[in-house]
């Protein structure tokens, strides 16, 4: 009985070792894709800068309160809805280059979602304050939790209920992102600013990005799995 015991908990390990090293040699491989489609696509030239393209962007789509900044760094771009700004890297704000041509479009279509209160991304920010608050506090709620399950496991299960905060957020991210590379896809399109020859870079540029959000929301649900288990499987 209680080989059989010690044999499940070891089993169940193994299988969330194997889990979580799958996880983060996926992870590794999706992030070094895209670093290396961004650095290919960043040599492919085009008529117009990332801030240029972001104007033009904004303005064909009748926005004219959101304001186009420099931030420094890399793939460090964002759309700000606080501050309505479309915050472009450096190397994607000056460069006139397919990769930075989809980064700006895509960040743009953040602003686009924002201003026709696209459901997702209202949820997504409203999100953002309990998302922040369950970060600061679950490491330590859920190591605690862990070491205290046999005398207090309403602990564990109060940091549970912090991570899947942070997996729905994960979640909800996932339509928000695919949904602004569709909307900047289109209209690279439609404008011309892209061509038959090279729309197939801008779109693998975005797709590598969006490949980035789904191993992240995938290895935060198999974490929140793993302290269900965990909670589960207790001997009380
Ligand atoms: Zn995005």
């Known amino acids: ?13 193994f299988t969330y070792i194997f889990l979580f090293l799958g996880i983060a040699i996926v992870s590794y491989i999706v992030q070094a894709n895209l670093k290396r489609k961004f650095e290919q696509y960043s040599k492919m030239p085009i008529g117009m800068t990332g801030r240029d393209i972001a104007i033009k962007m904004l303005h064909d789509n009748g926005i004219y309160d959101v304001k186009v900044t420099s931030t420094p ?5 964002h759309y700000n809805p606080a501050t309505k700004t479309v915050n472009l890297s450096e190397g994607v704000y000056n460069s006139a280059s397919i990769a930075a041509a989809a980064v700006a479009a895509h960040e743009c279509g953040h602003a686009l979602q924002h201003a026709m209160a696209y459901a997702p991304l209202k949820m997504r920010s409203a999100l953002v ?10 490491s330590w709620v859920l190591l605690i939790g862990i070491i205290t399950i046999q005398s207090m496991p309403q602990l564990l299960l109060a940091g549970i209920i912090l991570f899947a905060t942070t ?34 870079y801008a779109t693998a540029a975005l797709r590598s990005a969006a490949y980035t959000y789904v191993v992240a929301a995938l290895s935060s649900l198999a974490t929140l799995l793993y302290y269900v288990m965990i909670y589960l499987n207790r001997r009380d």
Not at 73 to 77: K, N, Q
Not at 130 to 137: A, T
């Open 73 to 77: 760094g890399m793939l460090t771009d």
């Open 129 to 138: 304050p309990i998302v922040q608050f369950s970060s600061s506090i679950m």
């Open 167 to 200: 997996t729905l957020f994960s979640f909800i991210t996932l339509p928000v992102e695919i949904d602004a590379s569709r909307r900047a896809l289109t209209w690279l399109q439609i404008t011309g600013i892209t061509n038959s020859q090279n729309h197939k």
């Open 1 to 13: 009985m209680f080989l059989t015991a010690a044999y499940t908990t070891v089993g169940y390990d």
